[in-house]
């Protein structure tokens, strides 16, 4: 008998669970996905849709292309399934918003083609046969003064504008963040304030904790941003919302230890098991383990 998978939102108000085998394991790593989550990439189990029932509270729904549909929570805008028409008896389960994240370990990779640059998920595990696939690349210069980036939610309600280079930059794999997008892990850079505009369009603010509230498209669900409580001459964006995310690499891993134990990153990027400088790194973290 096939143990039940469960998982569920951050606020608890969604929640869901999956009776029957697993179909697919995939690191899915297109634009939409990429944008629609605010996570570098987003992992997915796949099951059959009647194996699969919603047990708290229904979810939102957005049409992200002609035959796709995405699912998230409305308070506090965890990502959760994906469903395509083409294949109407399956669902797609948002790994980082299952219960027990252990049990959802990939084993492929697809849109190899739109992968960021600086970023090489589990090296050892091949992409889907015939696909176009990205090389890696070195990350890339720092940003000059005068520069812009532009970002913003998948529906494109939300826009916003950062000038010149961020304050600092990471990659976190706390389970807050990796929950919350659904995602493997949350790239985020940081900017003065003033160096940041957004075209007004209203966010979902939710808090996880007294750090701050993470900001959400209530449109797509798009995760955009977090705003700091003790610190509002700052503000967050996530890479992931960035029209050209491989113009911003995070300088070191945060929380590394709470990162999924199957989950490896080809980098050399600092692994701190905590809060990025507070002890010491540890290089073992996020690598494979045959």
């Given at each position: 008998?096939?143990?039940?998978?469960?998982?569920?939102?951050?606020?608890?108000?969604?929640?869901?669970?999956?009776?029957?085998?697993?179909?697919?394991?995939?690191?899915?790593?297109?634009?939409?996905?990429?944008?629609?989550?605010?996570?570098?990439?987003?992992?997915?189990?796949?099951?059959?849709?009647?194996?699969?029932?919603?047990?708290?509270?229904?979810?939102?729904?957005y049409r992200s292309s002609a035959k796709g549909e995405r699912s998230f929570c409305p308070v506090?805008?965890?990502?959760?399934?994906?469903?395509?028409?083409?294949?109407?008896?399956?669902?797609?389960?948002?790994?980082?918003?299952?219960?027990?994240?252990?049990?959802?370990?990939?084993?492929?990779?697809?849109?190899?083609?739109?992968?960021?640059?600086?970023?090489?998920?589990?090296?050892?595990?091949?992409?889907?046969?015939?696909?176009?696939?990205?090389?890696?690349?070195?990350?890339?210069?720092?940003?000059?003064?005068?520069?812009?980036?532009?970002?913003?939610?998948?529906?494109?309600?939300?826009?916003?504008?950062?000038?010149?280079?961020?304050?600092?930059?990471?990659?976190?794999?706390?389970?807050?963040?990796?929950?919350?997008?659904?995602?493997?892990?949350?790239?985020?850079?940081?900017?003065?304030?003033?160096?940041?505009?957004?075209?007004?369009?209203?966010?979902?603010?939710?808090?996880?904790?007294?750090?701050?509230?993470?900001?959400?498209?209530?449109?797509?669900?798009?995760?955009?941003?977090?705003?700091?409580?003790?610190?509002?001459?700052?503000?967050?964006?996530?890479?992931?919302?960035?029209?050209?995310?491989?113009?911003?690499?995070?300088?070191?891993?945060?929380?590394?230890?709470?990162?999924?134990?199957?989950?490896?990153?080809?980098?050399?990027?600092?692994?701190?098991?905590g809060r990025t400088g507070q002890g010491n790194p540890d290089d073992t973290l996020l690598r494979?383990?045959?």
């Amino acid at each position: 008998m096939t143990t039940p998978l469960q998982g569920g939102c951050l606020c608890g108000r969604t929640r869901w669970r999956a009776d029957g085998p697993v179909l697919h394991r995939v690191h899915c790593h297109c634009s939409l996905c990429r944008k629609g989550s605010g996570a570098v990439e987003v992992p997915w189990i796949t099951v059959e849709r009647r194996h699969f029932a919603w047990t708290g509270e229904p979810p939102a729904l957005y049409r992200s292309s002609a035959k796709g549909e995405r699912s998230f929570c409305p308070v506090c805008g965890t990502k959760l399934s994906f469903v395509h028409d083409d294949v109407a008896d399956d669902v797609d389960i948002a790994i980082g918003a299952m219960d027990d994240v252990e049990a959802g370990y990939p084993l492929t990779q697809i849109h190899g083609e739109s992968r960021i640059a600086w970023l090489s998920v589990d090296p050892h595990l091949p992409f889907r046969a015939g696909e176009v696939i990205r090389p890696p690349m070195d990350d890339p210069p720092p940003l000059a003064d005068g520069s812009e980036l532009q970002g913003g939610c998948l529906c494109g309600a939300f826009r916003y504008t950062v000038a010149g280079p961020p304050i600092r930059s990471g990659l976190c794999h706390c389970s807050t963040c990796r929950h919350a997008t659904g995602g493997l892990a949350v790239g985020w850079a940081i900017w003065p304030r003033e160096r940041y505009r957004d075209n007004g369009a209203p966010t979902v603010a939710w808090s996880a904790s007294e750090t701050g509230a993470r900001r959400f498209c209530p449109t797509c669900g798009a995760s955009v941003g977090f705003d700091f409580a003790q610190r509002p001459e700052l503000v967050e964006v996530m890479i992931a919302g960035l029209d050209d995310p491989d113009t911003v690499a995070p300088s070191a891993h945060g929380f590394a230890a709470d990162a999924p134990s199957w989950l490896a990153i080809g980098d050399d990027r600092p692994r701190w098991p905590g809060r990025t400088g507070q002890g010491n790194p540890d290089d073992t973290l996020l690598r494979h383990r045959p």
